[in-house]
């Protein structure tokens, strides 16, 4: 009797788990359809400025997968991606925060939190998403789960008006840092009290700071500065976090210099014990060394770098430009640091990505409306996805990356 309650028990279960269904008690049964599993380590998004549009991608197929409307203007926008690598947290030029499920290709929640905003963070346990702002100035704090606003943090300048923001970034046990590029100043934010986050005020940093990056392991902060020559970085492991200025010369130089493109979103590379910043201005890219964060190197290149981004192994080190080189990337060898191949990939090179262990990088050609993929052992096109207008690439795996 046990046995057969056990058996009559098992047939009725539905296999959840296989994607299977039960046999139906009639001998004539119609299969039903087989459930879709599908992990999401190896998704992404390319941003289609001009349609308001993510382009959803498999980069283990490389190809299309879907497409996701209605996320409103996406100029300079940006992604981060939740923990598990299922949602993706579009910030929007428009103010827009948008949270797009990569799994079912859908909108799940969508607010508009400002009036002009830059990018934005998400917490390292992932349970906060974090929205930097020019306008008004300021950092908002949102529930990831559900995009309610948890805390509103305006940035002031010392007359007391409103200061854009820039260059924020997670930390360790839910703190994030950021910039004010108005109030010469860097702030960090300890939301472990999502609701009354605790602010520190870095003063008198250096005029003008436009953008900045996490050193991988967490310890430094490095902010450029369009305003002077050289760059504030703040040791995150002292106590108190403290400011120095690093590489004198690094910037626009004594004359000014036409700078046609602000490098921007996590535009520098720190590979091998060496940081590589693009030389605002110039056709160099500056080589920094990590233990004394002194300039050990100046590679000449074909322009005035944007992006200037590692392969994850550390091994070479990509390079676009700004007009009118922007047709153009090069590839930097770092152990000989010299640039060891020029390609074209397509007419307004915008953004570059690499797949998480580094054997392909992914170019948006914004004017030729396609994706170019290229392999980074050959330099060899692998791949090419029709986008309408791409820019920023961004895969899920930067959900297990700090500052990204």
């Not at 009797?1 to 139906?24: F, H, N, V």
Request: aromatic share 6%.
């Amino acid at each position: 009797m046990k046995r057969r309650a056990l058996l009559s028990l098992t047939a009725s279960a539905p296999l959840i788990a296989t994607g299977c269904a039960a046999p139906s008690s009639t001998t004539s049964t119609s299969a039903a359809p087989a459930a879709t599993l599908q992990g999401t380590g190896d998704l992404g998004v390319v941003i289609e400025r001009a349609k308001g549009a993510l382009t959803l991608i498999n980069t283990s197929r490389r190809e299309a997968v879907g497409r996701v409307t209605g996320l409103g203007d996406l100029s300079h926008a940006s992604v981060v991606f939740s923990r598990d690598e299922r949602f993706a947290y579009v910030f929007g030029r428009d103010g827009g925060l948008t949270q797009v499920d990569l799994l079912t290709q859908h909108i799940t929640g969508r607010v508009m939190q400002a009036g002009n905003s830059i990018g934005g963070a998400i917490s390292a346990d992932g349970s906060l998403v974090v929205a930097q702002n020019y306008t008004p100035g300021g950092v908002k704090v949102f529930d990831a789960a559900t995009l309610e606003l948890l805390a509103d943090l305006p940035a002031h300048t010392a007359s007391g008006e409103r200061s854009r923001v820039v260059g924020l970034a997670d930390l360790p046990q839910r703190r994030f840092i950021y910039s004010l590029f108005d109030a010469n100043a860097i702030c960090i934010a300890d939301c472990s009290n999502p609701r009354k986050p605790q602010v520190t005020t870095i003063p008198n940093i250096g005029r003008q700071p436009y953008d900045a990056l996490v050193s991988p392991n967490g310890r430094h902060y490095i902010a450029g500065l369009f305003g002077e020559d050289g760059l504030a970085m703040v040791d995150l492991w002292d106590n108190p976090p403290r400011v120095r200025r690093i590489l004198a010369g690094y910037g626009r130089g004594q004359q000014p210099l036409p700078v046609y493109k602000m490098p921007h979103l996590r535009g520098w590379a720190i590979a091998g014990g060496h940081a590589y910043l693009p030389a605002i201005g110039r056709h160099e890219v500056l080589v920094v060394d990590t233990a004394t964060w002194a300039e050990v190197d100046r590679i000449p290149v074909a322009g005035q770098p944007v992006f200037v981004m590692a392969r994850p192994d550390g091994r070479q080190v990509w390079v676009n430009f700004s007009v009118p080189d922007y047709n153009r990337v090069q590839v930097i060898d770092t152990p000989s640091q010299r640039v060891v191949q020029t390609l074209e990939p397509g007419k307004a090179v915008l953004h570059m990505e690499f797949t998480p262990r580094g054997e392909s990088v992914w170019i948006s050609c914004r004017d030729d409306n396609r994706v170019q993929v290229y392999d980074t052992h050959t330099l060899q096109s692998q791949a090419r996805l029709d986008v309408d207008a791409p820019s920023g690439i961004f895969f899920t795996a930067r959900a297990q990356r700090m500052g990204f």
